[in-house]
């Protein structure tokens, strides 16, 4: 695995057709468009089509012209895995492009498959960013969607150099990080990172299909972060199951163990209750120490590991037009740099709390600075 970097000449993309216009393919165009590219659309969808062309992704193909006689230097294929084959091998004998890419977030499927249809994987370079949402569809999507994340490439040792450098520049005009790794390791690596996840998210969601009105108005935000991304669309997740059905369910399985585990120690304990020993929860709090350590691995922005150092301070906002724009312009008059913020609203009420993510040396002059300025600050909470 590596990340593209360095002084490397950087080929020119001005014509790209990109074909599938759902919430990926959608905001792929919408990026390049914002580099003033010269982006064609397809979609057998027509309505979908008509709605990317009018959020200004890009005008329509035109399905009956020779593409051959100028053809795009990139086409972006963006299909369900299972399409994504098929419409490569046309899309490749009509001449459609120069160069060609997907963005489904399996890969190994994918290629043993085009493979398999006699597909040029000379001019193939099969990709995969990383940005998404649980909402779908080309009015889901954003020109913004892929800015900072990582992009997966995964060329074959076929792959053509220049083929590869021109579908790098299309992850770099899109804002993403382009990263070159095996199609097998990039499986391996989503199904720990994103589809395991998605399952995960999902069963606890499911759980909550029993629970009563009371149960329900209790939810706060750490409910909502577990299950946001189970409001993705169940056909398209069964597919992508189904195409990394391996890596995914080694993943589920190990926190399968994890799971049965605690809840037997939990089952047992509730049974003697309050004759507990200490040493009794230790394979509970071993799976939550995990899981903290875990967490802070996770890359925070710039691709780094997240600061552990970080203190968070509270901050009372009114839930208004302009309210959160006007704490983070006291914040930049303070010279303090927020380096993260989530917002925890209050049901019922009109107002809410930004927690502000600040390094240390940072939280007296900006909790000062707030005061002044008439904010409700709690540092220390």
């Known amino acids: 695995m590596g990340n593209t970097r360095g002084g490397e000449h950087r080929p020119a993309v001005r014509r790209v057709t990109v074909v599938g216009t759902g919430l990926i393919g959608t905001s792929v165009a919408l990026a390049l468009r914002s580099r003033d590219v010269d982006v064609t659309l397809s979609d057998p969808d027509g309505a979908s089509l008509r709605l990317a062309c009018d959020l200004g992704a890009g005008r329509p193909l035109e399905e009956s012209a020779d593409p051959s006689e100028v053809p795009a230097d990139v086409a972006v294929i963006a299909a369900p895995p299972a399409v ?48 998404g949402r ?75 299909v029993a629970g009563d009105g009371t149960a329900l108005g209790l939810a706060g935000q750490g409910v909502r972060d577990v299950t946001r991304v189970a409001g993705g669309d169940p056909a398209m ?4 199951l189904t195409h990394n059905a391996a890596p995914v369910a080694e993943v589920l399985h190990a926190m399968a163990v994890d799971l049965a585990a605690t809840a037997d120690v939990l089952r047992a304990l509730a049974a003697r209750a309050p004759d507990v020993r200490a040493e009794e929860l230790e394979p509970v709090r071993d799976l939550l120490e995990r899981g903290r350590s875990g967490h802070g691995r996770i890359p925070g922005k710039h691709g780094t590991v997240r600061r552990p150092e970080y203190t968070v301070i509270p901050v009372v906002i009114p839930d208004e037009p ?52 008439g904010w409700s600050v709690h540092p220390g909470l």
């Open 237 to 240: 997740w069964t597919e992508i």
């Open 84 to 131: 994504i084959p098929s419409a490569l091998r046309r899309a490749q004998d009509r001449g459609l492009a120069h160069v060609y890419t997907d963005v489904a977030s399996v890969k190994a499927s994918v290629l043993a498959e085009a493979e398999r249809l006699g597909c040029d994987m000379a001019t193939f370079v099969p990709g995969h960013p990383m940005g």
């Open 322 to 373: 302009g309210a959160l724009g006007r704490l983070f312009a006291a914040a930049a008059e303070a010279g303090v740099n927020i380096e993260d913020v989530r917002i925890e609203h209050t049901p019922g009420l009109p107002l809410g709390v930004a927690q502000l993510h600040v390094l240390p040396a940072a939280v007296d002059t900006l909790s000062e600075a707030l005061d002044a300025r």
């Open 134 to 208: 649980e909402k779908h569809g080309p009015g889901a999507a954003r020109a913004d969607l892929f800015l900072g994340r990582s992009w997966a490439l995964c060329p074959t040792d076929k792959a053509d150099a220049q083929a590869v450098a021109m579908v790098v520049e299309i992850a770099r005009m899109c804002g993403a990080d382009p990263v070159v790794l095996d199609a097998r390791a990039h499986d391996r690596a989503v199904a720990l990172v994103s589809h395991a996840p998605h399952v995960a998210s999902s069963a606890v969601a499911a759980r909550l």
